[in-house]
């Protein structure tokens, strides 16, 4: 037997719930208002910057985001918003110019931005991989996603101003967690994309 103090404010932190707990189902069906608060902001910062964008568009972002949360977990030094805004800058800026004809890698300057480089770009040469015969397509696609992730990176310390830095990686590792707690977005996740003809 415990308090309702500590139900609420120790459940799953301290206290180890068992899954069937009513008040541990009830609380994840209905969180409290300030988290309701931090989602409606988040959503208010990211829906404008997909609003315009493709269904592939779309899920690239979601990709890149994801491996950019998921490097940023144990890189060393840690990632600041600033090196996700330089790696994203780069890979767009390589993908650009190549669909002009010049081949030219495009670098970003500080150690933990070339090592989420490097990475960002091994996603890219999966993606295209997997879909040979779109190559074009998806080179376009992934830097259109990469400038919209470059923009949210760059104007999230403004637009949520107070948050604690690094302001974009903290909202992405909220998303992610988000996203995987809910069983049908986690399956969506699960699957490769494909670029439709």
Do not use: W
Request: aromatic share 4%; net charge neutral; hydrophobic share 40%.
């Amino acid at each position: 037997m415990i308090c309702t103090v500590c139900c609420a404010t120790k459940r799953q932190a301290e206290i180890n719930c068992p899954a069937d707990c009513v008040y541990l189902t009830s609380s994840k069906a209905h969180p409290p208002a300030v988290v309701q608060r931090r989602q409606e902001r988040d959503v208010g910062f990211l829906l404008p910057l997909v609003s315009d964008l493709t269904q592939t568009q779309a899920q690239l972002l979601v990709v890149f985001q994801t491996v950019t949360i998921r490097y940023a977990a144990g890189a060393m030094p840690p990632l600041l918003d600033e090196d996700v805004v330089a790696a994203a800058e780069a890979v767009a800026a390589t993908l650009e110019t190549a669909r002009k004809g010049i081949i030219y890698e495009h670098q970003a300057v500080s150690s933990p931005a070339q090592r989420l480089t490097a990475e960002l770009r091994r996603v890219v040469a999966e993606l295209v991989e997997h879909n040979t015969t779109q190559q074009a397509r998806v080179e376009r696609d992934s830097a259109v996603a990469l400038r919209r992730m470059e923009q949210a990176a760059r104007t999230s310390a403004k637009a949520l101003e107070g948050d604690e830095p690094p302001i974009y990686l903290k909202l992405l590792s909220r998303i992610v967690r988000e996203a995987e707690a809910a069983p049908d977005q986690r399956e969506q996740k699960e699957r490769a994309v494909i670029i439709q003809p």
